[in-house]
């Protein structure tokens, strides 16, 4: 009865952690798609900084991944922020807004799940600037 227990107690723990390794699993060796973006917006006092931007597909390459030119709009829809810290949000802000910067996001892609990986500034990390 008491391995019962314990099982039923660590079930819902179990289930999050293989749940994070798949989602880790997949930002990893999914394939990656690089798209322009625009809009910055930091604050959100229930979630702390975040990029809040719009995918600029009139920039986009519409050819990576096998697309034949034609863009997945309907995938990107619920992806539109990255998160940053609260100490670099600020100076990303100014950078973004400033449009002299070609800035892009890479997503980790599949036709089930998007996840923005990384915010690139000129082609570079942005923690790398």
Not at 9 to 19: A, E, K, T
Not at 22 to 43: C, M, Q, S, W
Not at 50 to 76: H, M, T, V
Request: proline share 5%; net charge positive.
């Amino acid at each position: 009865m008491n391995k019962i227990k314990i099982f039923i107690l660590l079930l819902p723990f179990l289930c999050l952690c293989s749940w994070a390794m798949y989602y880790a699993n997949f930002v990893k060796h999914a394939p990656e798609v690089r798209l322009p973006i625009t809009g910055y917006d930091p604050r959100n006092l229930l979630s702390g900084h975040y990029i809040e931007f719009r995918i600029d597909w009139a920039k986009a390459n519409c050819n990576q991944l096998d697309w034949n030119g034609s863009c997945p709009r309907k995938d990107f829809d619920d992806v539109t922020r990255y998160y940053v810290p609260e100490s670099q949000a600020h100076e990303l802000e100014r950078i973004i807004n400033n449009r002299q910067f070609d800035t892009q996001v890479v997503f980790a892609y599949s036709k089930r799940l998007v996840v923005a990986k990384e915010l690139l500034i000129d082609g570079q990390p942005w923690y790398k600037r």
